[in-house]
């Protein structure tokens, strides 16, 4: 059984720091692109950060960009988001999604699986 399960999420004040984890099982983790994604309050999905499958290229939407660092341990079946110097447009539940290619949307792949969401909230 396919599982992703985010973790680390929070209140957090404009300018801090939260490190979202991504534990994964039920598939080969390490052959396989992981990406994070965001749904802010009504809004759609935003395309947040990607790595390849050995974390040695990574993509950063242009939003993110120098705040946010996302990382791989092939080793425990794990993704990392670290997002510093939080800001409150980076309100959202942040979700993680890899596996096979479902499809493209906007020019970006999505992923057969997702975890449930852990909700980031920038807020004083």
């Known amino acids: 059984q396919v599982q992703l399960v985010e973790s680390g999420g929070g209140l957090v004040q404009p300018g801090g720091s939260l490190r979202l984890s991504c534990a994964a099982s039920?598939?080969?983790?390490?052959?396989?692109?992981m990406i994070w994604v965001r749904q802010a309050p009504g809004k759609g999905l935003e395309w947040v950060s990607g790595?390849?499958?050995?974390?040695?290229?990574?993509r950063y939407a242009d939003s993110v960009k120098g705040r946010f660092t996302v990382s791989r341990d092939n080793a425990k079946n794990m993704v990392y988001l670290q997002m510093n110097s939080l800001k409150p447009e980076d309100t959202a539940v942040y979700y993680c999604?890899?596996?096979?290619?479902?499809?493209?949307?906007?020019?970006?792949?999505?992923?057969?699986?997702w975890g449930q969401g852990t909700q980031v909230t920038v807020s004083s």
């Open positions: 790595l390849d499958e050995g974390g040695g290229s990574t």
């Open positions: 039920g598939f080969t983790f390490s052959s396989y692109w």
């Open positions: 999604n890899g596996g096979p290619i479902r499809r493209i949307v906007g020019g970006k792949y999505e992923f057969e699986y």
